[in-house]
């Protein structure tokens, strides 16, 4: 059985799925489907009993949802600063949390308005790091936007 520890989980393991090269660099791992690995994660932690723990909650934002700490804030009415207390502490309070799992499962369903809230607030997120920058070119402004995000 392989330990999976990526995201800093430490309860989950895998039977089978995966397979363990050694390289130059050390041991690494192949998953058959990471996609689909990491939406079963998502949807057995956005289903299972009791709360989400903050390594939990913070594997669900960005595996399951690719969301930025301000967007999913956004999402559930509270800044990126919250966001991150939950995910360094024990979790979100009850009712951010029951609502992140809601959000999560008809995302992951494909439930279109809560796609397109999900997709809303990643776009505003990463509007917030583009400029706009503006050439003159004989007699007309021509504007290009510079994405300042990181790769």
């Not at 595996?63 to 800044?79: E, F, I, P, R, T």
């Not at 991150?84 to 024990?90: L, M, P, Q, S, V």
Request: charged letters at 20%.
């Amino acid at each position: 059985m392989f330990h999976y520890t990526f995201g800093g989980l430490e309860n989950v393991y895998l039977v089978n799925g995966y397979t363990v090269a050694q390289t130059p660099h050390g041991e690494a791992v192949a998953f058959t489907d990471g996609e689909g690995l990491e939406r079963a994660i998502c949807n057995t932690l956005a289903s299972k009993d009791g709360p989400l723990t903050g390594v939990e909650l913070r594997f669900v934002r960005t595996a399951g949802l690719k969301m930025s700490q301000a967007s999913l804030g956004a999402v559930l009415g509270v800044d990126a600063q919250t966001v991150a207390r939950w995910e360094k502490g024990e979790g979100a309070p009850k009712t951010a949390e029951k609502l992140l799992r809601v959000v999560y499962l008809a995302h992951a369903q494909g439930d279109a308005p809560v796609r397109a809230v999900v997709q809303s607030a990643n776009a505003i997120e990463r509007a917030k790091l583009q400029t706009i920058v503006l050439h003159e070119r004989r007699g007309t402004w021509e504007p290009s936007v510079k994405d300042l995000s990181p790769a």
